[in-house]
């Protein structure tokens, strides 16, 4: 059983580069930017079928915030402030195989990991305006606009809801039982840092009579 966090992930890679681009200061008009999150975290069970071929179960969660903010002055010299928010959880279930290179991994073990399976990702977009004259028309047509973005959106996850994880990975034991893991390919994050832990006797690598599967 393995538990872990990944970093970057595409969704932290999006808020610092959104951070950089449209972050404005001027005399009428400023911008802002912010992103956060929590992810992702990783659970994963691996039951060795023998030999160097593992066969498991990989789930993994993660959730963001991305905040934009404006402000300026309209055509009628009212001071505006618009605050938009779109937030993103996303949790997958996969069914992953493991392929481990070293015949007798007593101090280290290198593997291959490749898995598919299913995303349930959500999202949803909110922008409030915030001013002197605020008309309650625009909200509402804005609120409609966004209804309608979060909703296709939405759609387009539930059409497609497919989540791969492709990553090559290296144990290193504390002892015979527990020990700590990295990763790096594509699982949510591209590197992934956590910790092991082995249950039962002996099967697979390690035991006393070894074979491919």
């Known amino acids: 059983m393995q538990i872990g966090y990944g970093y970057p992930s595409a969704m932290q890679m999006m808020g610092s580069f959104f951070k950089f681009a449209v972050t404005t200061v001027g005399e009428d008009y400023s911008s802002s930017f912010s992103y956060k999150g929590f992810g992702p975290l990783h659970f994963r069970y691996n039951y060795m079928l023998g030999g160097r071929v593992g066969l498991g ?20 010299n009212n001071n505006i402030t618009s605050a938009s928010k779109f937030h993103v959880s996303s949790i997958n279930a996969l069914v992953r195989c493991n392929i481990h290179f070293i015949k007798e991994p007593k101090r280290v073990d290198i593997y291959y990991g490749v898995g598919v399976g299913y995303a349930h990702t959500r999202v949803k977009l909110e922008e409030v305006l915030i001013g002197d004259n605020v008309d309650p028309v ?18 387009v996850f539930k059409t ?11 144990k290193a034991p504390f002892n015979q039982d527990t020990g700590m893991y990295f990763e790096v390919g594509y699982s949510k994050a591209f590197c992934q840092l956590g910790f092991y832990m082995k249950m039962g006797g002996k099967k697979g690598y390690g035991r006393d009579h070894w074979q491919w599967f």
């Open 57 to 76: 179960l990989s789930a993994n969660y993660e959730m963001g915030d991305f905040k934009f903010s404006e402000s300026y002055t309209d055509v009628d």
């Open 138 to 155: 625009d909200q509402i047509q804005i609120d409609a606009t966004n209804k309608e973005f979060t909703d296709f959106l939405n759609g």
């Open 160 to 170: 497609i809801p497919v989540a791969i994880e492709s990553v090559f990975g290296i």
